[in-house]
């Protein structure tokens, strides 16, 4: 049977990949396993090639690495076509009204990967997103009543024998209302099983002592609250609300989707997540004849939604002068960024071309590059590139 209209969130991950769909007719959801047919998908061998990626030098030998970027979105997208065809999905650019991928930390490498498979995919970039995990736990947290998160939650992710904690607390003193997940204590369990209740006993007392917890979840096969008695004891005290979850990532995937697409429930909050620009980033210029402060890069966005492209005539010095301040707007403070070897040419005929792109939500990469002013002044190519601290 063909289905249409429906929101898709996927946990993209190395082990046990899952999708969780909400039908936008009917207003019922779901969650599956990413499969071809019968068989298990991973993308395991995809996303240890995109680690290899993660580099500080991110201009040396681009052309193979671009190349290597299309055979792995090639091979990721051939894979989750299979898998959404499974599901009855075979025209994902026509089913699909928003879909959402998730990834425990994002990179460049990563970023570019989904949006290439986007792109196959024929999903364009308003219906097609990607977030981090604690990006993911916030929207299934904030999809839950709101008597749930009426003060801090809490998450226990069980990985084998590791178990991290997360915290999600909300700032009401702001309009609008902030929210931020913090890492916790990361717990290795010791010995066997039958030990691990009292470990992860005090793990729960260190991790929920200093705050008040309106609900927790736990996520992961490990956890098992017949064998962990004394700990799940502890993690209802207080009249805490405690959930043991699956597949949480896809369905909070899935909730980041319905959101950015069809819903907006959450107008009067804002994510301070750590893939988040803190920092304004412009220039002073002069625009038909004023000279003001042109914004280039705002705060509040996603540093791999940020990208700016735009030309300037170039006055006075050899060099460019970047004004950063915070959210707020405050703490400004300026970059100088140099220009050797720029031609000398006479005033305001040197015309460049400035590109803004992100690394990671603190690394700004600039290139500029001379395209000369007409015939009279031709452009000599030349390209200088710098990274900010933003």
Same mark, same amino acid.
């Given at each position: 049977m063909?289905?249409?209209n429906l929101?898709?969130?996927?946990?993209?991950n190395?082990t046990?990949p899952q999708?969780?769909?909400?039908d936008t007719?009917?207003?019922?959801?779901g969650?599956?396993?990413?499969k071809?047919?019968n068989?298990?998908?991973s993308?395991r061998?995809?996303l240890?090639a995109?680690?290899?990626?993660?580099?500080?030098?991110?201009?040396?030998?681009?052309?193979s690495v671009?190349q290597e970027?299309?055979?792995?979105?090639?091979k990721?997208a051939?894979?989750l076509?299979?898998?959404?065809?499974?599901?009855?999905l075979?025209? *994902?650019?026509?089913?699909?009204?928003?879909m959402?991928i &998730? /990834?425990?930390?994002?990179?460049?490498a990563? #970023?570019n990967l989904i %949006?290439?498979v986007y792109r196959r995919?024929?999903l364009e970039?308003?219906?097609?997103?990607?977030q981090d995990?604690?990006e993911?736990?916030?929207?299934?947290t904030l999809y839950?009543?709101?008597?749930?998160?009426?003060r801090?939650?809490?998450?226990?992710?069980?990985?084998?024998?590791d178990v991290?904690?997360?915290?999600?607390?909300?700032?009401?003193?702001t309009? *609008?209302?902030?929210v931020?997940v913090?890492?916790?204590? &990361? /717990?290795?369990?010791?010995?066997?099983?039958? #030990?691990?209740?009292? %470990?992860f006993?005090?793990?729960v007392?260190?991790s929920?002592r200093q705050n008040?917890y309106?609900a927790?979840f736990?996520?992961?096969?490990?956890?098992?609250?017949t064998?962990?008695?004394r700990?799940?004891a502890?993690?209802c005290k207080?009249?805490?609300k405690?959930f043991v979850?699956?597949n949480l990532?896809?369905?909070?995937?899935?909730?980041g989707?319905?959101?950015?697409?069809?819903e907006?429930r959450?107008?009067g909050?804002?994510y301070?997540g750590?893939?988040?620009?803190?920092n304004n980033?412009?220039?002073?210029?002069?625009?038909?004849?004023?000279?003001?402060f042109?914004?280039?890069?705002?705060a509040?966005?996603?540093?791999y939604e940020?990208e700016?492209?735009?030309?300037i005539l170039l006055v006075g010095?050899p060099?460019?002068?970047f004004?950063?301040?915070?959210?707020?707007?405050?703490?400004?403070?300026?970059v100088?960024?140099e220009?050797?070897?720029?031609p000398?040419?006479?005033p305001?005929?040197?015309?460049l071309h400035?590109?803004?792109?992100?690394?990671?939500?603190?690394?700004?990469?600039i290139?500029v590059?001379d395209?000369?002013?007409g015939?009279?002044?031709?452009g000599?190519?030349?390209?200088w590139r710098e990274?900010?601290?933003?």
């Amino acid at each position: 049977m063909r289905v249409h209209n429906l929101i898709v969130g996927i946990d993209l991950n190395r082990t046990a990949p899952q999708l969780c769909y909400y039908d936008t007719e009917r207003g019922d959801s779901g969650t599956a396993p990413l499969k071809a047919g019968n068989e298990e998908i991973s993308f395991r061998e995809v996303l240890d090639a995109c680690e290899k990626q993660v580099g500080d030098n991110l201009y040396e030998d681009a052309e193979s690495v671009r190349q290597e970027q299309e055979v792995l979105a090639d091979k990721t997208a051939g894979m989750l076509r299979q898998a959404l065809a499974t599901l009855g999905l075979e025209e *994902p650019g026509s089913q699909i009204s928003g879909m959402m991928i &998730t /990834v425990p930390v994002l990179s460049r490498a990563l #970023v570019n990967l989904i %949006q290439g498979v986007y792109r196959r995919l024929d999903l364009e970039s308003s219906r097609a997103f990607l977030q981090d995990y604690k990006e993911s736990f916030y929207y299934h947290t904030l999809y839950q009543k709101q008597e749930l998160w009426s003060r801090n939650v809490g998450f226990f992710l069980f990985q084998d024998r590791d178990v991290s904690f997360f915290s999600l607390s909300s700032n009401h003193m702001t309009r *609008p209302v902030t929210v931020t997940v913090e890492s916790g204590m &990361t /717990v290795h369990l010791n010995g066997d099983s039958s #030990v691990w209740d009292s %470990q992860f006993c005090r793990m729960v007392d260190d991790s929920l002592r200093q705050n008040l917890y309106s609900a927790v979840f736990l996520m992961g096969d490990t956890f098992d609250k017949t064998a962990m008695s004394r700990s799940t004891a502890l993690l209802c005290k207080g009249g805490r609300k405690v959930f043991v979850v699956d597949n949480l990532f896809a369905r909070g995937a899935c909730c980041g989707a319905r959101e950015k697409t069809v819903e907006k429930r959450l107008a009067g909050y804002l994510y301070l997540g750590d893939e988040l620009i803190r920092n304004n980033v412009g220039m002073q210029m002069t625009v038909q004849g004023t000279k003001t402060f042109y914004p280039l890069i705002s705060a509040g966005v996603n540093w791999y939604e940020a990208e700016r492209d735009c030309e300037i005539l170039l006055v006075g010095e050899p060099e460019l002068i970047f004004t950063l301040s915070g959210m707020d707007g405050r703490n400004r403070r300026e970059v100088r960024m140099e220009l050797p070897g720029l031609p000398q040419r006479p005033p305001r005929t040197n015309r460049l071309h400035l590109r803004f792109c992100f690394e990671s939500a603190h690394r700004m990469m600039i290139e500029v590059q001379d395209i000369g002013f007409g015939e009279m002044f031709p452009g000599t190519g030349q390209i200088w590139r710098e990274e900010l601290k933003a």
